[in-house]
């Protein structure tokens, strides 16, 4: 158990729909990443915080947003569903974004119907 | 440009042998290398990592060979074992970013007892 915790595990929405992902980093890490897992695309970075402020984007879409909030807890929102969203979904942290490893948690599973 | 280049795809080895998974990147700009590892339905998993001004790690029964001349660097797995059978992701960052990782493809390996 990697201490970072995500929630919901699976999740099932239809097109044009609007879903919000939680993760919760390990105690003391300040850095929260998220990060897309797909057959076609593999893993990729979308989007890191640090002590709640965006710090870096990558390859995410305009539909999608994040935050983290004072108490370090991350959301990613999910916006206009289309069938290609469906992936995994996961959230890493680490104690800094400069010089510590990312642990990841067990993702959310995202099913766009 | 970005990509880290992973290979083989997938990999058959029988138990107590030697896995080789290679990668390769282009960014002279990365300093940071991770390999990990991932099960069906988990998160992936910190396995070891190395920086540049090393040309081998050693954990247990994991090597990182790396070969700064030639952009590429390599997991060696020792006396494979069928709990070793896994997904293994090579990763790359760039220095002061190194929770913002680019993946390579993965390489689905089974050991057969």
């Known amino acids: 158990d990697s201490g970072v915790t995500q929630t919901p595990k699976h999740l099932i929405t239809a097109t044009g729909q609007r879903v919000t992902l939680r993760c919760s980093p390990r105690?003391?890490?300040?850095?929260v990443y998220w990060y897309q897992q797909s057959l076609d695309q593999g893993l990729q970075f979308l989007i890191q915080?640090?002590?709640?402020?965006?710090?870096a984007k990558g390859n995410i879409l305009e539909r999608f947003s994040a935050q983290q909030f004072p108490d370090l807890h991350s959301e990613l929102n999910l916006s206009s569903l289309e069938l290609g969203d469906s992936a995994l979904y996961f959230c890493?942290?680490?104690?800094?974004?400069?010089?510590?490893?990312?642990?990841f948690g067990q993702g959310t599973r995202l099913t766009v119907v | 440009q970005q990509q880290v280049k992973q290979s083989p795809q997938s990999l058959i080895v029988q138990k107590g042998g030697i896995s080789i998974i290679n990668c390769a990147y282009e960014?002279?700009?990365?300093?940071?290398f991770p390999w990990y590892q991932q099960f069906p339905g988990k998160g992936p998993a910190l396995l070891i990592a190395?920086?540049?001004?090393?040309s081998e790690k050693k954990e247990g029964r994991f090597t990182i060979s790396f070969n700064k001349s030639a952009k590429q660097f390599s997991l060696h797995i020792m006396d494979s074992q069928p709990g070793d059978s896994a997904t293994y992701f090579c990763?790359?960052?760039?220095?002061?970013?190194?929770?913002?990782?680019?993946f390579g493809k993965g390489t689905k390996l089974s050991v057969k007892p």
């Open positions: 190395i920086r540049p001004d090393v």
């Open positions: 890493a942290s680490s104690v800094d974004p400069t010089h510590t490893e990312a642990f």
């Open positions: 990763a790359a960052s760039e220095r002061g970013s190194q929770g913002n990782l680019i």
């Open positions: 915080y640090y002590n709640g402020e965006e710090r």
């Open positions: 105690s003391g890490d300040l850095s």
């Open positions: 960014n002279t700009a990365f300093d940071y």
